[in-house]
């Protein structure tokens, strides 16, 4: 049975100091079946240089200005041709065998809007200090401001593009709104296993 595609964006700018490991924890996934879609904002702290070390293991890339981070995600999101699509921030990075498990998630409920799991905050050396579980939600409490967070948060890729993807008109709380409208399009799913690290630091 081949396993489901998934696609990642990872949006960027002037992040280089965690942009290696952000690329290298999709790359070295333990998984068949997943495309890689890099946006840059167009950074000047030597990101490029980094982008293009791996570019030819990218479905598609690109660094230039954007209208902010919505419009940067979305020029992934549009592209990305996954059953499966996510992003992630240059600051943030997969777990090992995460993709597996979403994959393993997908299989077992195909038929929900949105898969996600736990989260690990690290700092800015990569040291772990809190651990984020999800819980059991369903649109409702999404209503209620009851937060999913976005490093593990994986979409149904139908139900992305039928939402529209982000809307750029939001600079804060984009992602949430962005869940509320793709939950009202089927259930959604926890995994209470870590699947991705957020890195908390001074220029997150």
């Not at 946006?39 to 890339?61: A, L, M, N, P």
């Not at 090992?96 to 949105?114: F, G, H, M």
């Amino acid at each position: 049975m081949e396993q489901p595609r998934i696609s990642i964006v990872i949006n960027s700018f002037n992040q280089s100091k965690y942009l290696e490991q952000t690329i290298l924890s999709v790359l070295e996934q333990d998984y068949p079946n997943f495309e890689i879609l890099l946006v840059d904002g167009e950074s000047t702290d030597g990101s490029q240089d980094i982008i293009k070390k791996y570019g030819k293991r990218f479905t598609w890339w690109v660094s230039e200005p954007d209208q902010g981070q919505a419009d940067g995600i979305n020029k992934g999101l549009r592209r990305a041709s996954g059953v499966i699509v996510a992003w992630l921030n240059s600051d943030d990075y997969y777990l090992p065998n995460t993709l597996q498990r979403v994959a393993a998630a997908y299989t077992e409920n195909p038929d929900a809007s949105i898969w996600y799991g736990d989260v690990v905050a690290v700092d800015e050396n990569g040291k772990p200090f809190h651990n984020i579980p999800c819980a059991r939600y369903e649109l409702t409490d999404l209503m209620k401001f009851k937060i999913i967070n976005q490093p593990a948060v994986f979409m149904n890729g139908q139900a992305l593009r039928q939402s529209g993807y982000l809307d750029p008109t939001y600079h804060y709380l984009l992602d949430h709104h962005l869940w509320l409208r793709i939950a009202a399009r089927g259930p959604m799913h926890c995994s209470p296993v870590i699947w991705a690290a957020g890195r908390y630091h001074a220029n997150a």
